[in-house]
């Protein structure tokens, strides 16, 4: 019995740790767009951008995550890196209750 509690604690103590990791999401290779990352991703993760023009607007609906190109010390992928909102209202949105750290984590990406 004491051995089944301790597997069970172990378990427990596993499933905490791993929900406490950080996870990279990577656009589009595994999600087609910035806001299904978005909407999948949990406080503290990254969403890593691929080159490329995403014509959507995004929201962040109060998760304080990172968002940045695939090399935000890259001038080059930076500037092909773009959120493209087609002209409809913001391009990306902080208004559900998101901290300053995660507008302050978002690395900019090309807004049109």
Do not use: H, W
Not at 22 to 42: G, K, N, S, W
Not at 89 to 96: A, C, K, N
């Amino acid at each position: 019995m004491n051995k089944r509690i301790i597997v069970l604690l172990g378990c427990t103590l596993i499933l905490m740790l791993s929900a406490c990791v950080q996870q990279l999401l990577r656009v589009p290779e595994r999600y087609l767009t910035i806001q299904r990352a978005i909407d999948r991703a949990i406080d503290g993760d990254v969403i890593i951008v691929s080159p490329g023009t995403y014509k959507e607007n995004i929201d962040f609906k109060g998760k304080n995550l990172t968002v940045q190109s695939s090399n935000p010390d890259d001038p080059d992928i930076v500037a092909s890196t773009i959120i493209d909102g087609g002209g409809k209202g913001s391009v990306v949105t902080f208004q559900s209750g998101e901290t300053r750290e995660a507008a302050d984590s978002f690395v900019p990406l090309i807004g049109l």
